[in-house]
């Protein structure tokens, strides 16, 4: 009874570990897009080619050589998430009675900021700070999977420093370290009682730092065009935390660790004049969900396996589209669609992530208010299309104590972005050559 036990709540916790925010973010798995307002009124079109200012530095930190003297950029983005699951024909018949998650959506505001500093003419450094994983979802406590799932938080934070390089006129190149802090605290109920509407909680909390890298190239062959590729490293999380179990089982807990490492990102953007007051920009994104595979949650006393996290996710992929306008001397005006192909789908799909692929509409606009300070502003609405069913129980990865959930998931997005950017100073002056000395 003991082993079942154990087994049935170390699958039911680690089944979680690292699959929480995927309801509550929106770049595909658990992954955070929103780290520029201008890059954001595009649909991040162009984002690795400078449509997102100082802050394109998230995607391509070449994008730095783009901003002359010393300039900061400043944004805060709100993520207003609407997520249901809703149980349908071959749930538990003992849990369908519980009905569905109700809105698991939690509202979130992520901060990010760039600022670049123009040492000469060839020389710039900064530094780049968001969020690149995290939000927030739960269900009610009592519902149809909430052995599967009753709340899941996460937080994280990067550091980015940059130094950049302009060889010549038209390539520039540039690499930076990329410190993160990664943090989560999951709970779901323990199928340890005949009362469904008192199932105690299991939970399980953990964090870690890691450093990973940045690089990136940009190409400016002609006035009006840029062509930009970035790459962010994977970063290497030794999570270490506490699994906690209520009573009679908790002597069962003990510190466990996982091994995380986040996926790849490869980054192209093109942006291109197509008259003195308007630019287009496409954006092409790749990020390396299937390096995740099947994770191991250890026990730090006994170093064994105590289970496998069955992520398995497949590559995500975003295609876009954008432009922006200047409406007037002051004022600029952008739109953006971007299709993007999650790495979720009904072979992986869990409580945790009822995801999907998804199309994002986006808006925004700039007003230079004087020549140091503009003000940004961007709105976008992202909707789920495709497959949306869910299956967790017997025979599937995601199974804890052989409870059957069968489920249709919906979703959607409102984002709200707001920023501005400050310009501190006028570039550097170029490096003159010594002067010539003649002997008379």
Known sequence: ?????RGTALAGISAAVLTLTAGGAFAGAFGIREQSTLAQGEAFAGAASGSG?????????????MNPG??????????????????????????????????????????SGATSYQV?????IGIQTGAPFGLVTKPRDNWAGEVYG???????LSINPTVGFKVNEWLSIAAGPNIEYFRLTLRQALPISANLLA????????????????????????????????????????????????????FLSQQV????????????GLTQAVSPVARMSLGFEWDNWSRLGTIGVVGRTTGGIATTLPLNYKDGYTYSVGGEYDWSPALTVRAGVAYEQSPIDFSNRSVRLPDSDRFNVSVGGSYRWNEKLTLNIAYSHLFLVGDSKLLAGPGRDYNVGNIALAAETSGSADIVSVGFRYVFGAPAAPIAPAPLVRKF
């Open 257 to 268: 660790t996982a091994n995380l490492n986040t996926p790849e990102k490869l980054s192209v």
């Open 70 to 111: 010393w300039v900061s950029e400043q944004n805060l983005t709100f993520i207003n998430l609407s997520s249901k699951i809703t149980p349908t024909d071959g749930t538990n018949p003992a849990f369908a009675g519980l009905g569905g998650s109700g809105e698991i959506g939690q509202g979130a505001v992520i901060p």
């Open 53 to 65: 200012g100082v802050s394109s530095m998230f995607w391509n930190p070449a994008t730095i050589t």
């Open 1 to 5: 009874m003991t082993t079942t036990i």
């Open 150 to 156: 009753r709340s899941s938080r996460i937080f994280s």
């Open 120 to 124: 000469n003419d060839r020389l710039w």
């Open 199 to 250: 199932l105690p909680n299991a939970s399980l909390k953990g964090e870690s730092w890691g450093v990973g890298f940045t690089a990136g190239v940009l190409v400016t062959p002609w006035a009006g065009t840029a062509l930009g590729v970035g790459y962010r490293s994977s970063v290497h999380h030794d999570i270490e935390g506490a699994f906690a179990l209520p009573a009679p089982v908790s």
